[in-house]
């Protein structure tokens, strides 16, 4: 019997290069801040959102299927999400949505027919991290075509959860990756910044 056994050289070892995956996001996530907004102008056709679990000081995606943040008495909150383009300096930035200000998006989306274009800007009311967030829309600010492309919001969003296979068996790694503005780590932030 053969060895199939293919020893490991440095040629086959190292590169000069990271692979794609191997980066961060890419895409920093921001939530509304505590006093200030957020927001730019949409470049995503409409929200993406799931319900969400804050555990170990990050917010991760609940799996529904078995999940065990669920098992343990974990309060789920729903969060959604959409790409923006910063007007002055072009930046994209992913930007979180609680749920209440997520239905008002949704239904101004069913109104309008896209997001794309438009500006959102969030403010939290009454000075606390937990407070209610407004949403306020504008627009539309950019001529669809104008605007660069929209990035896969989906995929960005497994990427930083370091989900490995979809659902329904989603397996989900100990640590979500955080990265901040400078696209570095940051492990001083939640999971996803909301």
């Given amino acids: 019997m053969e060895n199939d ?36 102008i949409i470049l995503s056709d409409d929200a993406v959102g799931c319900w969400t679990h804050f ?28 790409v923006t383009k910063n007007a002055s300096d072009k930046q994209l930035f992913i930007v979180e949505v609680p749920a209440a200000p997520a239905l008002a998006l949704a239904e101004w989306r069913d109104e309008h027919g896209t997001l794309r274009g438009w500006k959102i800007q969030l403010e939290r009311l009454g000075g ?19 605007l660069p492309a929209c990035p896969d919001l989906p995929a ?20 979500p990756r955080v990265y901040n503005a400078d696209g570095d780590e940051d492990e001083n932030q939640m999971g996803v910044v909301a």
């Fill in 128 to 146: 606390k991290a937990n407070g209610r967030v407004r949403i306020a829309m504008a627009g539309p600010k950019a001529e669809s075509a104008m």
């Fill in 55 to 82: 555990w170990q000081g990050r917010t991760r995606p609940c799996t529904d299927i078995a999940c065990v943040l669920c098992a343990d008495g974990n309060a789920r909150r729903w969060h959604s999400w959409v």
């Fill in 5 to 40: 056994f293919t020893p490991v050289t440095p040629a086959t070892f190292f590169r000069n290069r990271p692979s794609e995956d191997a980066g961060p996001i890419g895409i920093p996530i921001v939530r509304t801040p505590i006093k200030g907004k957020a927001g730019g």
């Fill in 156 to 175: 960005l969003l497994l990427k930083m959860w370091q989900i490995k296979s979809g659902p329904p068996a989603i397996d989900i790694l100990d640590e």
